[in-house]
């Protein structure tokens, strides 16, 4: 702490401008420092975004994200970098003292996600994992109507993440990598999106995978049908797909015994059909529309979350424990997409 604020870092400015800004306009924070490996001269988008925002002046600029860890006045850093990077990051932070924000996915492998909240349970370190669904106005009017039963009991949910890559490659093409399945990678959004809907633990998942929109991608699918069988009785799909053609959407759906909803992250309008209605005489079709506001990435709410937590002690809900379960649920469907077989989703971190 520093002049009565947390004092933070973000490591990573492609996505992390979001925590940038986030930062900048919550006022428990002081964004001291950022780092991104890129050499002098940076690249424009880096070099302009440096100015709009004033870093070049106001904050420390690292190239290596050792030196934030090393940084004794952090308190927070957002780790925004590529995802391979994001376990040894988040660890190394947590261990030198910081509290850590840390991009979806939270790791691309479960030995690394055990091994972060190991690291959380001992160093007690605040680790939240940003998924943004979890601050998406329709997906939370969407779970609270479902939590207090204006749709009766939920037997089925579906969600997707059906986002064009060919011209998302990330920055020198890192997305592009074979070690970064998109269910893994992107899909994680819509089957987080699920569990946190529907509240309950994933049991088992079955899937298919094929490849033919990005054939020449080093992954072995770019797109997915995921099965999930919950706990108490829902099932699940997750369609997942980066090699479509199609503007992106998070189109979801939510079936329960008394009505429907369908939700998306970048639609002014949610719907329901519930009885009455559907059951009317008159039109046994009708949706009602619900207007919501769009905001798809509300990093403002995390960063918020995080002070709340850290200097109120309000409940972390997206705790190690839930990014964790997440990579696990993800990583039993690309499991079972290769073997053919449905496979236990691990909940035990
Ligand atoms: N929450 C969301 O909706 C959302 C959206 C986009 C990206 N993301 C996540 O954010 C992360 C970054 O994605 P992006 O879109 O910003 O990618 P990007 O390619 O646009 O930017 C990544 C930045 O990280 C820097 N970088 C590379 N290696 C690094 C390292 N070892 N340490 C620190 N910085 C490093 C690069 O120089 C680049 O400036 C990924 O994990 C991605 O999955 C999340």
Known sequence: MKNGKLQAAVIGLGEGFRHVKAYRETPDFELAAVCDPHPDPLPERLARRLVDYDLAHTTRRYHDYREVVNDPEIDVASVVSPDYFHAEQAIALMEAGKHVLCEKPMTLDLGEAAA????????????????????????????????????????????????????????????????????????????????????DLIDESFAYGTKKGLADWPIDFDSYFALYKFKHGVIGKVMCSIGLSRPYTMRSVFYGTKGTIICDNLSGKMQLSSVPFYDSPADSTAFIDIPVEVNSHNVEAQVKLMADIILRGAKNTADVVEGARTVAACAAAIESAHTGKPVKVRNDF
């Open 116 to 199: 972060i909240a190991e690291t959380v349970r001992r160093t007690g370190r605040t680790f939240m994992i940003a998924h943004p669904t979890r601050y998406t106005p329709a997906f939370i009017l969407a779970k609270k109507m479902i939590a207090r039963g204006d749709i009766g009991e939920l037997f089925m949910a579906e969600s997707e993440y059906a986002h064009n890559y060919r011209h998302v490659g990330g920055d020198g093409g890192w997305r592009k990598d074979a070690r970064r399945d998109p269910l893994l990678g992107g899909g994680c959004h819509a089957v987080d999106f699920l569990r946190w809907a529907v509240d």
